[in-house]
């Protein structure tokens, strides 16, 4: 059964840091795709960042570049979503999701799995 399984939200003042993880199992992350995406109370859902299945290109939501970063650990079958300098805007629940693709889609139609998603709250 394939599953992805965010970790590592919290409650972080402004200017913090936080690292999701969104751990796969039931399949092999290297051959997919992963996007991050998040929704806010009243807001729609939006791309925040995503990576090719090698690795090699990314993207970033104009609202978070030059503050997040985004990796992957094939050999752990994970992939991480680094936030730095974060903004009480950034507040949401944050979801990685997989699609078995090469290319790296920031629109959330483009992915087939999605995970539970982990509350970020960035408050003083």
């Known amino acids: 059964q394939l599953q992805l399984v965010e970790s590592g939200g919290g409650l972080v003042q402004p200017g913090g840091s936080l690292r999701l993880s969104c751990a796969a199992s039931?399949?092999?992350?290297?051959?997919?795709?992963i996007g991050w995406f998040r929704q806010a109370p009243g807001k729609e859902r939006e791309g925040v960042s995503c990576?090719?299945?090698?690795?090699?290109?990314?993207n970033f939501a104009d609202s978070v570049k030059g503050r997040f970063t985004i990796s992957r650990d094939n050999a752990k079958n994970t992939v991480y979503l680094q936030m730095n300098s974060l903004k009480p805007e950034d507040t949401a629940i944050y979801y990685c999701?997989?699609?078995?693709?090469?290319?790296?889609?920031?629109?959330?139609?483009?992915?087939?799995?999605w995970g539970q998603g982990t509350q970020v709250t960035v408050s003083s």
């Open positions: 039931g399949f092999t992350v290297a051959y997919y795709a």
């Open positions: 999701a997989a699609d078995y693709r090469s290319s790296c889609p920031m629109g959330d139609y483009e992915y087939d799995y």
């Open positions: 990576i090719t299945s090698s690795g090699r290109s990314t």
